[in-house]
């Protein structure tokens, strides 16, 4: 072989061993090209469907209102119609009447007689399946009831109940009567469904609380001079539960430090009161008992292992009957407490008139402003409730 020619083969070997790292190259840079627009096609791709589902829930939100609020007026939906009564043309009745139903608490009552009725709530609530509206259903339910007082009947007024057809409205108007007269029922003085008798009633119990915190403040400037029975009686119990306050008190401390310290069950016998409480005494003497059977040698394997179960089962009984023992003592200490806060109330109540050194005195004088308030506001919701009272039983609906 000439010169020329190994000349040629090598110059032929570079070339191919060039192009051949030239293509490679191109292949990688195509490659990542590649990726690189995958990247960018994928977050585009996010990008739209982030937008797409936003476009849908903004949707479905104003779908869901939309269709809420032309539940009142669509034909396609049922509507049944009865009516409430009262005697005598009153007015007042009607309105009140008419509130209630209309009132949030009262939609609170019949969604909660619904949740009761699981086969008719299914019925009336059936065409809102979608979960926003499942989270909505006292808003719903304010949709498919009303009242109507027209000026042609001084005597009634109209109940309209909705319903994706007449079965549905018809079953609700059943649960709305029902839930109606069972709240009548169970509407007391404390509780009236009137919402503005509701809130006269919370009005007058803030002020019962200043007048009660008030008469505490005055009761250790009291000086009790009358010496009658009912002030000699007075006295000689707030004596005694001041005593027993004090020793409750200090047991309770007492276990609140224990508990801290994260002590062992037998360290809360260290307090008179548990160890004297129910059982205590009794199942800690039969561990005792069974832990001194449990150290004697002669016991085989299967008498150890029993004596253990019985001793780990009345250790749990002995902690159950602590628990219950440290529960009655935190029931007894309010009894207690708010029976001592009512005899300093009655204490300064019998004192008040003659106590002349606290005549100007600053708590003194606020306590009469807000008792001739509490008055005024106890008779005005008297009246007012008992003008309730007379009328809310003497009604009749007509379908």
Not at 103 to 118: A, Q, T, Y
């Amino acid at each position: 072989m000439r010169a020329w020619h190994c000349l040629l083969i090598i110059i032929i070997t570079i070339s191919l061993f060039i192009f051949g790292m030239f293509r490679k190259d191109i292949e990688g840079n195509l490659d990542y090209s590649k990726y690189e627009q995958q990247g960018t096609d994928k977050d585009q791709t996010e990008n739209l469907n982030s937008k797409d589902q936003t476009i849908n829930a903004e949707g479905e939100n104003t779908q869901t209102e939309q269709h809420l609020g032309t539940i009142t007026s669509s034909k396609t939906w049922a509507e049944f119609e009865s009516r409430l009564t009262v005697p005598g043309k009153n007015k007042w009745a009607l309105h009140s009447f008419s509130k209630i139903i209309e009132s949030k608490r009262f939609r609170d009552l019949l969604s909660e007689n619904l949740s009761e009725k699981i086969t008719v709530m299914e019925q009336i609530f059936s065409p809102f399946e979608n979960s926003f509206f499942l989270e909505n259903k006292s808003e719903i339910l304010g949709t498919l009831f009303s009242t109507r007082i027209g000026n042609d009947k001084e005597d009634s007024f109209l109940i309209i109940c909705r319903g994706h057809s007449m079965h549905c409205a018809k079953l609700l108007a059943n649960v709305l009567f029902e839930t109606l007269d069972l709240a009548i029922k169970n509407e007391s003085h404390t509780n009236p469904l009137l919402n503005h008798l509701y809130t006269q009633f919370l009005t007058i119990q803030k002020l019962q609380e200043k007048v009660d915190q008030i008469k505490i403040q005055l009761h250790g400037k009291v000086k009790d001079d009358t010496h009658n029975i009912e002030s000699i009686a007075l006295q000689s119990e707030l004596l005694q539960l001041e005593e027993e306050c004090k020793s409750m008190k200090s047991n309770l401390k007492k276990i609140d430090e224990l508990y801290k310290k994260n002590r062992e069950t037998l360290q809360f016998l260290s307090i008179d009161y548990i160890y004297n409480y129910g059982r205590v005494l009794e199942y800690k003497k039969i561990i005792e008992e069974l832990g001194i059977l449990k150290s004697n040698r002669e016991l085989d394997e299967f008498m150890s292992t029993e004596i253990e179960k019985n001793i780990v089962a009345n250790s749990r009984l002995l902690e159950t009957e602590i628990i219950s023992a440290i529960d009655q003592l935190k029931s007894i200490t309010k009894i207690t407490v708010d029976r001592r806060i009512e005899l300093q109330k009655r204490i300064v109540d019998i004192n008040k008139d003659k106590a002349e050194y606290l005549h100007n005195h600053s708590h003194f004088k606020l306590l009469n402003e807000l008792n001739t308030e509490l008055q005024q506001k106890r008779n005005d919701y008297h009246l007012l409730y008992s003008k309730w009272e007379l009328v809310k039983n003497n009604y009749t609906i007509n379908y």
